[in-house]
């Protein structure tokens, strides 16, 4: 079906509708989240394989705390468009807040490989690897977490298999990379600075072989509280 106007073919008219619901909902969102959502929603009716519609409406359930709709628009969105930066940011949130940790890292590697130095994904992959040392460490009674720290022993060692090890000095790394990019961060880029300064050391001391539990406990300890002022990264593009 083509629109014609003034003798000039345009673009099919179900799309271009869709287009101008997707520009109603970004107009209206500032004072209206859910009016813009409908004309999001109605965007996605006139154009199902609307990657665009599918990330707003995902990034939309994220705001408002229904994760597991937003996981499933954003990975729709995805689907359509491998290439869609600001959804890679986004969905990676979306399971780092439902503690898939190793799903989030996954994808955040995914963006920064199409998008290398991207702030957002830099930043939760950092804090996936970090949020899953502190589980491990927990697990393990080194730290307390949700459990008793056990009595260990000044003795006793801990250790890490060699690739949770080389995904900490990754994250860091890339997170430093993409430290120059993140202008709309600003406020938190201390945060982060530690964050990757930390998982930096943490690798540095594993790599070495077992660590003392005296030893590591103060890093691990510094690193709960760094994490837990930190929140995941999203990007909002209302006009994709």
Known sequence: EIVVQGGLRSLPSLFVRSYIQRQIGAFKYRNCWGCAAEHWRRALELHPQSASSRYLL???????????????????????????????????????????????????????????????????????????????????????????????????????????????????????????????LVARSDGFASLADLLSTLAMELREGPVEVGRLQPMIQTLDEVVGGLDASTIVNLRP
């Open 58 to 184: 995902g990034t939309y359930h994220l705001r408002e705390g229904r994760l597991e709709a937003a996981k499933a628009e954003l990975q729709a969105s995805l689907r359509l468009d491998p290439d869609f930066k600001a959804v890679y940011a986004n969905l990676g949130a979306v399971l780092l807040e439902l503690s898939e940790l190793h799903s989030a890292a996954e994808v955040s590697c995914r963006g920064l490989e199409r998008h290398p130095r991207t702030p957002q994904c830099a930043q939760n992959l950092a804090l996936a690897r970090a949020r899953f040392i502190l589980a491990e460490m927990a697990a393990a009674g080194v730290f307390p977490g949700d459990r008793e720290v056990f009595d260990l022993g000044s003795g006793c060692r801990v250790a890490l298999a060699g690739d949770v090890v080389e995904g900490l000095a990754e994250a860091a790394a890339k997170l430093r990379a993409a430290r120059g990019r993140a202008r709309p």
